[in-house]
């Protein structure tokens, strides 16, 4: 508990380029850009694929065998790659993290539309796109939600690991505090992305709430 | 730096077994351990603490939220947090990941008890079954297939996550992404990528085949 | 009008679900297509609102080949039922019931104010509206997949077995409330059923089919309960054939005599029973306005001197009629000659399925009666 104290309790570490809120607002910047690159490729493509059905079994092979991808040895690799310094890369491996997530629920979400369901909206003369977003999405939408939430989820939490290879973000308080033995520094910053992580989880249960139609949340 | 091709197979005959703790068989047969090791603690725990949860309604909720929670905490967090009690052993990393693993197989063995249909379990009561030979006989294999469906992605999970346990020093194969970012190095990071993936997919797939072994009666249910 | 020729349909792994199918539907009555699980009946369906395109032949709509309709257009203008009623869980049944106007283009306002008046005419509370479909029993969601597909006031209402997921009880209300709401609209209905006794009851004209898509018999329902066409089409009807007959011939004809002095009546005219030596005995009823033969001779068999008693709608005696008045128009009504004879298994009906017997020949002037 002193050590949390030590570390909260200190006041440069609220202000300037290595205070908390500046590493706050990094981590949040790559680690939105690279959700929202994931769920930009991964939501149409899941959509796709359910509607569809084409090319289904390709991609959850495809989105399992990523999950087994290790994010710090992709990390070192493409920063390694591409030299030292640059931000870019840094994202490649947090949007190969987010996609499966995203990818395989919002696959299994659409997909899993009832097919009874499917025949009415087509026997009422709803168009292909309509019946997409008139009625698989909206009814899909909790699976959907899960996949972007857990993808969210695991890129706040993975982005930590982006301070190793030289990036901003809270995970320069827990490198940096690992290598020179400052423990305060490491609890400290351990907190406060866990607290990210929470908020994130609770963000999307707003989400949930909202968008959410209480004739679909009540089914599942 | 530009001619340094990505994997240089010299080197990986020099280090697969040449004694030194660094050598790749070394890491590789580490990497095993630290990361079945969860899985294993974390079945042995999620089975009765999941029946519990079925037979104790409220138990459930508070449960699934605690998961919930600790499933948000990045690995690397809870490495740290660990580091400080447990200090630089292989507990630091397996008491984390066996928490990772409870956070997905709990709610497994639950969903799994619960997708027993209910007639399956009135009528076994309707036989004569007692309580705990229900259980044993009648319910636990129904609910084999969504546990294992569960233990898949905890075992693939935690065979990723083991690598971030480099950066505290007990992450198995990990330590070659460390070793070549320090040297700049491309050989090792490849062949740490690589061997992790195919631990992956070589667990996974035994997995696959205990689940057709163990539940014949599952696939024939799954083309109808 | 909805006109087949020549259909057929031969699906991608090579089953011929429909085969070589013509006939007609007419316009402002309900055909029934039955026939045994699998033998095309929903293929048959879905061919006209083109869910399903056919492999050959000619579907008309009023003269118009449906083929020339796009797809989506030609739905909005038929409505479609089908078995789980298919409600949209994200909805709630107001907007369910407004979906096709919402996709005409109408208004927010008039769309729901329509969806209210349908809810209305379906006999559902308006108080459901604002709930979803997970909150209404199965009867009260079928009765929402009904005023759904009315919604935009369409002239054809395609309907598959929409009534067969509910309990027997709940049917029989949905399939009066069906009548009903018929004799309101006169809707152009296909209903599709693989149960005899609801395409017998609600059928202005029954399209018996046969595994392999091929049309056994098209018919008034008591035309098929006399005269099924072959083995087949007996079978599938079952027993008690020449009873349920009874139900599409009008009890308005029977002869009635004055009910005798045994009839006990109270002070406003309803019976009480039959004087017997220690007391009273049961009785049975009916009402010549409205009941059938076959409750008339039911009133006679449940009375022990075998006489039903006429009453009028609010209970009262009007008179009684014995069995010799039933058989008088029993007689009346007796099957055609070839009747008894085919059904006594000679082996010329085995080999005579006039499968191809002209569309409606046979169903002409078969709504005689008032099912019951
Ligand atoms: N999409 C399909 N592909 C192949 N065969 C089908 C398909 N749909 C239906 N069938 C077959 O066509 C036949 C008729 O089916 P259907 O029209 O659904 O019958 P019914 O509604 O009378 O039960 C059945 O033998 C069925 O198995
Ligand atoms: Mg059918």
């Not at chain 1, 990036?167 to 940096?176: H, K, Q, V």
């Not at chain 3, 399939?175 to 599709?192: G, P």
């Not at chain 3, 006429?310 to 009346?332: F, M, Q, S």
Request: charged share 15%; glycine share 10%; with cysteine.
């Amino acid at each position: 508990m002193n050590w949390l104290a030590g570390f909260f309790g200190d006041a440069g570490h609220w202000s300037g380029p290595d205070g908390i809120p500046a590493r706050l607002l990094e981590h949040l910047e790559f680690s939105a850009a690279a959700f929202f690159v994931a769920a930009l490729i991964a939501v149409p493509l899941g959509m796709l694929i359910g509607h569809t059905g084409r090319g289904a079994l390709l991609v959850v092979v495809a989105a399992n065998a990523a999950r087994a991808l290790p994010t710090l040895g992709l990390l070192v690799l493409v920063v390694l790659l591409a030299g030292v310094g640059t931000v870019l890369p840094v994202l490649i491996p947090l949007v190969v993290l987010a996609i499966p997530p995203i990818l395989v629920n919002t696959y299994e979400g659409v997909r899993g539309v009832d097919a009874d369901l499917r025949d009415a909206a087509y026997g009422m003369g709803l168009r292909g796109r309509q019946v997409l977003f008139q009625t698989l999405i909206p009814v899909a939408l909790p699976l959907i939600l899960l996949g972007l939430r857990l993808a969210a989820i695991q890129v706040v939490s993975t982005a930590t690991i982006a301070a190793f290879v030289g990036l901003g973000g809270l995970g320069r308080f827990i490198i940096d505090g690992l290598a020179t033995k400052t423990y305060a520094d490491v609890i400290g910053g351990a907190v406060l992305v866990a607290a990210l992580a929470l908020a994130v989880q609770f963000v999307f249960v707003l989400l949930d709430r909202v968008a959410v139609s209480p004739g679909v949340r009540r089914v599942r | 730096m530009s001619e340094e091709p990505l994997i240089r197979w010299d080197w990986i005959a020099r280090n697969w077994a040449n004694g030194s703790p660094t050598a790749i068989s070394v890491l590789l047969e580490n990497h095993v351990v630290t990361a079945f090791l969860p899985v294993l603690l974390g079945l042995i725990v999620a089975v009765p603490l999941g029946l519990a949860c079925v037979r104790w309604r409220w138990l459930y909720q508070p449960t699934a939220a605690l998961m919930n929670v600790t499933y948000s905490l990045p690995s690397l967090v809870l490495f740290s947090i660990f580091l400080s009690i447990t200090g630089l052993t292989r507990s630091t990393v397996v008491i984390p990941l066996t928490f990772f693993a409870l956070a997905i197989l709990i709610p497994a063995v639950v969903d799994g008890l619960a997708s027993v249909p209910d007639s399956v379990r009135q009528s076994a009561v309707a036989m004569g079954f007692r309580p705990a030979r229900r259980l044993l006989l009648v319910e636990l294999p129904v609910a084999v297939p969504v546990v294992l469906a569960g233990l898949r992605v905890a075992t693939v999970s935690s065979i990723s996550l083991v690598s971030v346990g480099a950066l505290i020093g007990q992450g198995g194969l990990g330590n070659l992404f460390i070793d070549g970012w320090q040297r700049q190095f491309y050989t090792p990071i490849v062949v740490g990528i690589v061997l992790i993936v195919v631990l992956a997919v070589l667990a996974d797939g035994l997995l696959v085949l205990a689940q057709r072994l163990l539940t014949p009666w599952s696939r024939a249910r799954r083309t109808t | 009008m909805i006109t087949f020729e020549g259909v057929t349909k031969r699906y991608r792994d090579g089953t011929v679900a429909v085969d070589d199918l013509s006939l007609e539907v007419p316009t402002g009555a309900i055909t029934v297509f039955v026939g045994p699980s699998g033998c095309g009946k929903t293929t048959s369906l879905r061919m006209i609102n083109r869910m399903i395109d056919a492999t050959s032949g000619r579907i008309a709509l009023d003269g118009q080949d449906v083929r020339e309709i796009d797809p989506p257009t030609l739905r909005r203008g038929i409505g479609y039922v089908i078995q789980q009623a298919g409600l949209f869980p994200h909805r709630k049944i107001v907007d369910n019931v407004a979906t096709v106007p919402y996709l005409l283009g109408w208004s927010r306002k008039k769309a729901r104010a329509r969806a209210m008046e349908l809810l209305e005419l379906v006999g559902l509370d308006a108080s459901l509206a604002s709930r979803y479909p997970f909150q209404l029993s199965g009867g009260q969601q079928q009765r929402v997949g009904v005023a759904r597909a009315l919604a935009a006031d369409p002239p054809v209402l395609l309907m598959d077995e929409p009534f067969s997921a509910v309990d027997p009880i709940v049917r029989a209300s949905l399939q009066d409330e069906l009548l009903r709401l018929q004799s309101e609209l006169r809707k152009t209905i296909v209903f599709v059923t693989h149960d005899i006794d609801e395409a017998v009851k609600l059928g202005d004209t029954v399209a018996v089919m046969r595994v392999g898509g091929r049309l056994a018999q098209m018919a008034g329902p008591a035309t098929l309960l006399t005269e099924p066409a072959d083995d087949f089409v007996r079978e599938f009807l079952g027993r008690d054939r020449g009873i349920r007959r009874l139900s599409f011939i009008s009890a308005k004809e029977v002869r009635l005599s004055p009910a005798p002095s045994a009839l006990v009546i109270d002070e406003d005219g309803r019976p009480l029973g039959w004087r017997t030596g220690d007391g009273l005995a049961a009785y049975g009823t009916f009402n010549p306005e409205t009941d059938s033969l076959r409750v008339a001779l039911d009133a006679a068999l449940l009375s022990p001197n075998g006489i039903a008693v006429a009453v009028d709608e609010a209970g009262r005696v009007r008179g009684v009629a014995g069995r010799d008045a039933i058989d008088e128009l029993l007689a009346e009504h007796a099957p055609p000659a070839a009747g008894p004879f085919r059904d006594a298994g000679s082996p010329r009906a085995a080999g005579s399925p006039p499968a191809g017997s002209p569309p409606g020949g046979s169903g002409a002037g078969i709504s005689e009666g008032v099912p019951t």
